[in-house]
Each structure stands twice: as C-alpha cells, then as structure tokens.
C-alpha cells in the first residue's frame, strides 16, 4: 500500500486546530509565505473568518500531515461562482509523496460539490514545486504581478492562477 491510499483526506473539526497552527509554525518558509514568521503568543489556527468547514486536511496513522483551505476570493454577490484556495501546507516529511495532489484533488471536489464553476489560488513565483503540481492538476497561470514582494532581499513574483471546474 503506497503513502497515498494510506492518506485519508477528510473536513477538519474543532480539534484540529493546535496541530495546523503547529504545522503552520513548523513549515513556514519565504518559498511560500509573504507573513513574517509566526512568534508567540501565537493566534489560534481557526478564525471567525475561517473555521474547520473551510478546510480539508490529510490524515495518515491518526497525524495531520497537511490541510488545504477553500474559500471566496470577495464577499461580492457577482463572484460567489469562483473559489480560491487560501492556504495549503504540506508537512516536510510527507511531501513529494502526493499527498499535495490528494489535498489538491480533494478541494476541486469539494469547490465543485458547493456549485463553483471556477477555482483559483495564488503562488509565489519562485515556488516551482507548487507552481508544478497547480499546474499537474489543471491550473494554468492567468497573470503575473511582477516583483510584488519583498522576501528575504529578492522582489518575487505573484503568480495567479486558476481552472474551470
């Protein structure tokens, strides 16, 4: 049995939420986060804005080892039809395993199941393995920001990309 039939990809609950904050905190890179490096005292993982419906997590032998949070780009009535992934982590120990494209699967699924016609997220442009696996999975690139953020003394682009669904 591979890693991937092993992984059980399921809607977070309540209790979720100490264990995403701790795999936020434990694989925050500049490779994919223009927010500054979480410090204490450290906010709690689930919001009023984003609470456990709002996103999928993987599960393997009974530990979180990712999450993907689906969302609504605005709060405009004329843009409800489109999704937007806001959040995706993939724990460094289970990565290039697929359980990213289970996560990534999983939320077309579920962006689908709830009536959108589009989805759309955006990356990094330096995020070559994300940029990667978007693109595997039927995302292509619909604009590019150039030099939209600082990190770490390089401008790095921002890369929107999307898929009808």
């Given amino acids: 049995m591979t890693l991937m039939q092993q992984t059980y990809i399921r809607t977070a609950r309540a209790d979720d939420g100490d264990a995403l904050a701790r795999m936020d905190r434990e694989n925050w890179s500049t490779l994919h986060s223009v927010q500054p490096r979480p410090t204490p005292?450290?906010?709690?993982?689930?919001?009023?804005?984003?609470?456990?419906?709002?996103?999928?997590?993987?599960?393997?032998?009974?530990?979180?080892?990712?999450?993907?949070?689906?969302?609504?780009?605005?709060?405009?009535?004329?843009?409800?039809?489109?999704?937007?992934?806001?959040?995706?982590?993939?724990?460094?120990?289970?990565r290039g395993k697929g359980v990213g494209r289970l996560l990534m699967r999983a939320v077309v699924a579920e962006a689908r199941r709830q009536g959108a016609r589009r989805l759309t997220l955006r990356v990094l442009?330096?995020?070559?393995?994300?940029?990667?696996?978007?693109?595997?999975?039927?995302?292509?690139?619909?604009?590019?920001?150039?030099?939209?953020?600082?990190?770490?003394?390089?401008?790095?682009?921002?890369?929107?990309?999307?898929?009808?669904?």
């Fill in 41 to 94: 005292p450290y906010e709690p993982f689930f919001t009023e804005r984003f609470g456990p419906r709002d996103h999928l997590v993987a599960e393997l032998d009974g530990r979180l080892v990712g999450y993907i949070r689906l969302g609504f780009p605005t709060p405009l009535a004329v843009h409800a039809h489109v999704r937007q992934i806001l959040g995706f982590v993939v724990a460094e120990e289970a």
């Fill in 125 to 165: 442009g330096h995020n070559t393995p994300a940029r990667t696996l978007y693109e595997s999975e039927g995302f292509v690139t619909e604009g590019v920001l150039p030099g939209e953020f600082l990190l770490d003394g390089t401008y790095v682009d921002d890369v929107l990309m999307g898929r009808a669904l």
